[in-house]
């Protein structure tokens, strides 16, 4: 099985960084995901690590270790508009078969 | 390009009505999920559609609960006899393939009066 977890919640102030992590438990790995969602609105994919290592986009980097079955989001130069839910997901090794997202950490960030 | 589409955007219905959701994904994408998330919470998997396999519905919290797919364009998502408990935001969100980034819909909020 799966077993995704995340801190519920996480406040930050602007300008800051803040790292939000995400450690899972599954019976095989292909890959975890990470998704923003703002308050009202659909998730939107932000990042997709399948090999060890951080992998930066901008102002966001997405950390893997498979060995530890841990994975962070880094978040630099926070602004105000980065106060959203960050979705961790795991992607299982058979490719048809269906992600797992774990439950989100909300994420405030005072100015 | 056309991204995923949900209908109805907002939906308001009587306890013990029936509802009907629908999803259009975007073409081409073999995959399609169907999710609940209600206020403040995270996304709660509903059930999976996979090209011509057989749907996971391992998810669905009850047998008033069901959801169709026509190949690999619409689906609707039904809710027979709603409760109050049934009150969310529906998402639907589909894939090229299995496994790969997935496209959300707008969703649809339910709220059951």
């Known amino acids: 099985g799966q077993n995704i977890d995340q801190p519920t919640e996480m406040t930050a102030t602007e300008g800051a960084i803040v790292q939000i992590n995400c450690t899972y438990q599954?019976?095989?790995?292909?890959?975890l995901f990470w998704y923003q969602q703002h308050a009202g609105e659909a998730p939107t994919f932000l990042s997709y690590?399948?090999?060890?290592g951080l992998e930066e986009k901008g102002r966001f980097s997405s950390f893997l270790s498979r060995s530890k079955g841990y994975s962070y989001l880094l978040l630099k130069e926070l602004q105000m508009k980065d106060s959203a839910s960050y979705l961790c997901?795991?992607?299982?090794?058979?490719?048809?078969?269906?992600?797992?997202f774990g439950k989100g950490t909300r994420l405030h960030i005072l100015p | 390009g056309a991204g995923v589409s949900q209908s109805p955007s907002n939906k308001v219905t009587e306890k013990g009505k029936d509802v009907e959701l629908r999803c259009d994904p975007i073409?081409?994408?073999?995959?399609l999920y169907w999710y609940r998330q209600r206020l403040g919470q995270g996304l709660e998997f509903l059930i999976y559609?996979?090209?011509?396999?057989?749907?996971?519905k391992s998810g669905l919290p009850s047998d008033r609960f069901s959801a169709e797919r026509t190949g690999e364009s619409v689906s609707t998502l039904t809710i027979q006899r709603t409760q109050q408990e049934d009150s969310a935001v529906y998402l639907c969100?589909?894939?090229?393939?299995?496994?790969?980034?997935?496209?959300f819909g707008p969703g649809t909020r339910l709220t059951v009066t």
């Open positions: 969100a589909s894939t090229i393939a299995g496994g790969d980034e997935q496209y």
């Open positions: 599954t019976s095989g790995f292909n890959g």
């Open positions: 690590n399948v090999l060890d």
């Open positions: 997901a795991v992607r299982p090794p058979n490719r048809d078969d269906k992600i797992i």
């Open positions: 073409s081409g994408h073999t995959a």
């Open positions: 559609f996979q090209g011509n396999s057989a749907p996971d």
